[in-house]
């Protein structure tokens, strides 16, 4: 059974860049036809997506978030990291990482995906 991780810290200053990574076990992350997705949901609102890359290495991201993110992968150590550049207090939410067998933009529940980690706290503010 695939399990997912995320790390990172979880306070980030307005205009740095945010950077989580996902350690994935348990299957690797080139397996065909997987989307590893990030998504985040901020405090009272609902399930973001923000992007994902494919098992061959292929990215699509959220077009709001699209020119502050990039995800890549390091499939040495099964992992995949997303950069937010330029963040704001909006910025602040859980983010979690989460696998697919399709692509999914606009996830109601984590239930659309059919593994995801625990998610991280990440709050914007100096």
């Known amino acids: 059974q695939v399990q997912l991780q995320e790390s990172g810290p979880g306070l980030v200053k307005p205009s740095q860049t945010l950077s989580l990574t996902c350690t994935v076990s348990g299957g690797s992350i080139t397996t065909y036809y997987y989307y590893w997705s990030w998504i985040r949901q901020p405090p009272g609102k609902g399930l973001e997506w923000i992007g994902y890359?494919?098992?061959?290495?292929?990215?699509y991201y959220r077009s709001s978030l699209k020119s502050r993110t990039s995800i890549s992968r390091d499939t040495s150590k099964n992992q995949f990291t997303l950069r937010l550049s330029s963040v704001t207090p909006e910025d602040t939410a859980v983010y979690y990482c989460?696998?697919?067998?399709?692509?999914?933009?606009?996830?109601?529940?984590?239930?659309?995906?059919?593994?995801w980690g625990q998610g991280t706290q990440v709050t914007v503010s100096s």
């Open positions: 989460a696998r697919s067998a399709r692509a999914v933009l606009a996830p109601t529940s984590l239930n659309n995906y059919d593994s």
């Open positions: 890359i494919t098992y061959s290495g292929s990215t």
